[in-house]
């Protein structure tokens, strides 16, 4: 199931954030640090460095995204 979720709903590019964006789809952040999730909701704003969900930056570096990515 792990590997099926890193391969199949893993948002890495600035495209596939922003189509989640734009549509209003949730999406999880997962720290790799503590090996946990740690947000889940609506991105607020992307930049080249965090993703703010629920009012809370979240660094690109450290976390990794899981959502819908764009079907084109």
Known sequence: MTITKLKTK???LNTELDYNKRLGLPVEVYST?????IAFGR????????VVINNKK???????FFGCPCLS
């Open 10 to 12: 893993s948002l890495v």
């Open 33 to 37: 640090i503590t090996h946990e999730t």
């Open 43 to 50: 991105i607020d704003t992307i930049d080249d460095r965090f």
């Open 58 to 64: 979240h660094s690109r570096e450290t976390n990794m």
